[in-house]
């Protein structure tokens, strides 16, 4: 039993059942015994890889996407670049080495981080040393230079807590999790009904509480000093009814109650709910396509062919197959979804290459 797992016992033996949203809270960010705040989850030797991990040039395809909505909004300033859950720093690394070949970018650029776990705070900030940046743990504590901001955010949503709710028999039920024979166990619980909820006889509704807050700060930033937004994640468009919980550790999945705060949990972002939010409070939504699109249009096939004239055939196959795992409707280029917002408005990104 983890560290995690016995305070989850004894919380719910002194106060009753934890709703969905607060075990995964908890199992993410517990302050001594959450995921994020332990460990280093992320790569081969972690519970799972991201894009920027993948190819370098997925980074260079972000930095380029900047690079065109800034000149859409005919700048002159400083930028600042932020990037939500910067996770190894990566990213952030790969768009800043991609800025420093650009001459009219030279000291132009400033980057924020946007990184709730000390653990991998401490990390991005050895490996991003000389950069020009700054780490918050928190959005509102974001110090921006003046001029636009372009914010990132790469499998940040995806992350952040849920409630499940079922509609049966004209009964809500909203799952919970307690204890049977000294286990952890999932529940439904029935709950008075909300009737704004969107849920059909029969299906899964879930709600992600904290996602129209980060998306109402993100949208004033954007109001305030000009820019976009480009969220990256794995999700779905329409309405889902279904249950996207997830749970992986060592690249394999598990139950979402295996090993608690030793496990990562997510869910399928909802992109038309997404993109609803991001439209109520003011701004644009400029693009919604598939990461694979995404990618295409921003040339990261032409920057592929560049690094084939370069170097050994061997490096070329391995970049290759790289760029096949995030373009591909087999792989992650149908899975993951892409969401554009800016303000003012600006034209859906082509590429610039």
């Known amino acids: 039993m983890t560290p995690l797992e016995q ?71 400083p930028i600042n670049i932020v990037e939500l859950g910067p996770g190894l720093g990566t990213l952030t690394q790969d768009m800043a080495h991609t800025f420093s070949h650009i001459p009219y970018y030279h000291n132009k650029v400033h980057y924020h981080l946007v990184e709730a776990s000390p653990y991998l705070s401490a990390y991005q900030q050895e490996r991003l040393q000389g950069l020009n940046a700054q780490w918050t743990n928190e959005l509102q504590h974001l110090s921006l230079t003046d001029g636009p901001v372009y914010i990132v955010a790469n499998e940040f949503f995806d992350a952040l807590a849920i409630n499940q709710y079922l509609l049966e028999d004209g009964v809500l039920y909203q799952k919970q999790v307690t204890r049977e024979n000294g286990a952890l166990t999932f529940t439904w619980q029935p709950i008075p009904w909300p009737r704004h909820l969107p849920i059909d006889e029969g299906e899964i509704y879930e709600d992600r509480p904290l996602q129209n807050e980060i998306v109402a700060s993100l949208t004033n930033l954007l109001k305030q000093h000009h820019g976009a937004l480009i969220a990256i994640d794995y999700g779905y468009t329409g309405y889902g009814g279904q249950d996207t919980l997830q749970a992986v550790q060592h690249h394999t999945y598990v139950s979402p109650l295996h090993q608690p705060g030793l496990t990562d949990l997510t869910s399928h972002i909802n992109f038309t709910e997404l993109a609803k939010q991001v439209e109520a409070q003011g701004a644009y939504v400029n693009m919604q396509t598939e990461q694979g699109e995404f990618l295409q249009r921003l040339g ?39 969401l554009v917002a800016s303000y003012p408005q600006i034209p859906p990104l082509k590429g610039v290459f």
Do not use: W
Not at 304 to 325: D, F, I, M, T, W
């Open 300 to 338: 990261i096939e032409f920057q592929l062919q560049k690094l084939s004239v370069r170097g050994c055939p061997q490096a070329y196959k391995n970049h290759k197959q790289a760029v096949e795992r995030l373009i591909s409707l087999k792989a992650m280029g149908s899975l993951f979804k892409v």
């Open 7 to 77: 305070a989850l016992h004894t919380d719910i033996l002194t106060n009753g059942p934890l709703s969905l949203h607060d075990y995964f809270n908890l199992c993410l960010y517990h302050n001594d015994h959450g995921y994020y705040f332990n460990r280093n989850p992320i790569g081969h030797t972690g519970d799972f890889i991201t894009a920027p991990e993948i190819s370098p040039l997925f980074g260079k395809s972000i930095a380029m996407a900047i690079i065109e909505a800034d000149s859409h909004l005919h700048n002159d300033k």
